[in-house]
């Protein structure tokens, strides 16, 4: 791969483990053909969104007007998950307009755009993740995208691009909005 540091890599001679998934690695080609999704993407019901939807990041004092945006704000998963990506934390187990101090009328929408260490946990343990979110009654949740730098091997690309449709289409199959 060119940007790739798969030249100095020593993991093949001496098995040695690295967080890269990359062809001297051993074993790296048979959990990337283990991964792969053979069917196509899912159907996913069609939501009409306004052009701009707040991220609430913390519980809000005061009420605020969302009308303008249809009633409708975005909870970031890095304050909805713990650090390690394992599970929910603690504050939005009563539900995510408990934890942000919303009114129930407000609808939300889940997205991952999160830090990889905290995605890798949620791949981990994103079964007993997708039961919690079914209590949580979010209108829509954003599939997490797996990291795709220019610098990393291209076996790890298609192993990533093939956790983020393999997860969007779990979340499909649970029922997840």
Known sequence: ???????FCKCGEKRKRCMVVCPNKFGSFTLVKNTIVK????????????????????????NFNFKANKNIIAVHGEFFLNA????ITGAYNPGFRAALNLKEDLSGILEFYIKDRTLEGFWDNRKSIYKDLKRQDFLG??????????????????YNIQRSKTVYNEMITEGLP
């Open 1 to 7: 791969c060119s940007m790739c540091d798969v030249s």
């Open 39 to 62: 069917e196509p993407l899912m159907g996913n019901k069609s939501l009409d969104l306004p052009i701009y939807i707040p991220i609430m990041p913390d519980k809000i004092k005061e």
């Open 84 to 87: 390690a990506g394992s599970k």
């Open 141 to 158: 949740i954003i599939a997490p995208n797996f990291s795709v730098y220019e610098d990393a091997p291209r076996l790890e690309h298609i």
